[in-house]
């Protein structure tokens, strides 16, 4: 598709459950993030993709996260047991490689996630 | 410990004026910096960005100043428009690990007509 895209764009899950969130990078772009936003806070860095590389997995706020990448494309961030303090905006991004060309990511939609 | 600041929450500036975003950062190790614009219920949208090497990156009506000594960057918007009014992040990673950038809280930008 021409830009990123996130699935589902609402999530509202019950305290305890699990939750997959899904994303489909731009064709081509070898790095894949993920950010999350929690209300009125600024992009908090969780993981990213680079190719083959293994990923950089420092930003996972808790063992109960996790994310694949299949195939160098779509990828996958779970959430195990959800609580409450995991509501937030769940965004993904893709680059053609990682910032040393400066140029930027290119941002989904994101999901909002609602942990009731 | 907060790395990236953006003092300002929000910002109020007429149509055709100047606006000026301003942006910290504390870890001295960040060397490359990048503005986003976001629109409520979409993703950032990357603006402009400018590595240590430079002082001033421009394009078309945004600049972006870099002042490495006091670890400040700010965005210059000339003339604001309308459709500018959004909320703006800056953004720092180092070249280490380019792949994880530090961002700040946003600054919420309004331009009245």
């Known amino acids: 598709g021409a830009g990123v895209s996130q699935s589902p764009s609402n999530k509202v899950t019950e305290k305890g459950k699990d939750v997959e969130l899904r994303c489909d990078p731009i064709?081509?772009?070898?790095?894949l993030y993920w950010y999350r936003q929690s209300l009125g806070q600024g992009l908090e860095f969780l993981i990213y993709?680079?190719?083959?590389?293994?990923?950089?997995k420092s930003g996972l706020p808790s063992d109960r996260f996790s994310a694949e990448r299949t195939g160098g494309s779509v990828s996958t961030l779970t959430i195990q047991r959800t609580q409450q303090e995991d509501s937030a905006v769940y965004l993904c991004?893709?680059?053609?490689?990682?910032?040393?060309?400066?140029?930027?990511?290119?941002f989904g939609s994101g999901t909002r996630l609602t942990v009731v | 410990d907060q790395q990236v600041k953006q003092n300002s929450p929000s910002l109020s500036v007429q149509e055709g004026r100047i606006s000026i975003l301003n942006c910290d950062y504390t870890?001295?190790?960040?060397?490359?910096f990048l503005w986003y614009k976001k629109y409520p219920a979409e993703g950032p949208t990357f603006l402009i960005s400018?590595?240590?090497?430079?002082d001033k990156n421009e394009d078309g009506r945004f600049t972006v100043f870099l002042n490495k000594s006091a670890k400040h960057l700010s965005l210059h918007i000339v003339p604001s428009q309308p459709g500018d009014s959004a909320v703006y992040f800056c953004?720092?990673?180092?070249?280490?690990?380019?792949?994880?950038?530090?961002f700040g809280d946003g600054t919420t930008l309004t331009v009245k007509p």
């Open positions: 991004a893709s680059s053609l490689g990682t910032l040393g060309d400066l140029g930027g990511y290119t």
């Open positions: 064709s081509g772009h070898t790095a």
């Open positions: 993709f680079q190719g083959n590389s293994a990923p950089d």
């Open positions: 870890n001295s190790m960040f060397d490359y």
């Open positions: 400018i590595s240590s090497i430079k």
């Open positions: 953004a720092a990673s180092k070249p280490t690990n380019a792949g994880k950038s530090t």
